[in-house]
């Protein structure tokens, strides 16, 4: 299997999201858990395909 995005939520404002920027991950809006659940923050990472530069074929 290979995923074309890697999801991650995050508390909005949490200090931990600059490691995720500097992962890769890229914010692309906010999600809801749930009817009354938290806002969270929707982060996304495109993992580098196999044969893409700096991957083995």
């Known amino acids: 299997m ?3 995005w890697v999801s ?4 909005p404002g949490a200090p931990a999201q600059q490691l995720y920027r500097n992962l ?5 809006g906010q999600y809801r ?3 009354g659940g938290p806002v ?3 982060l996304l990472l495109r993992p ?4 893409s530069p700096g ?3």
């Open 48 to 51: 580098q395909q196999p044969g």
């Open 40 to 42: 969270l923050d929707l």
């Open 24 to 28: 890769g991950y890229q914010y692309a």
């Open 2 to 4: 290979r995923p074309r």
């Open 55 to 57: 991957q083995p074929a």
């Open 8 to 11: 991650l939520l995050a508390l």
């Open 33 to 35: 858990t749930g009817p």
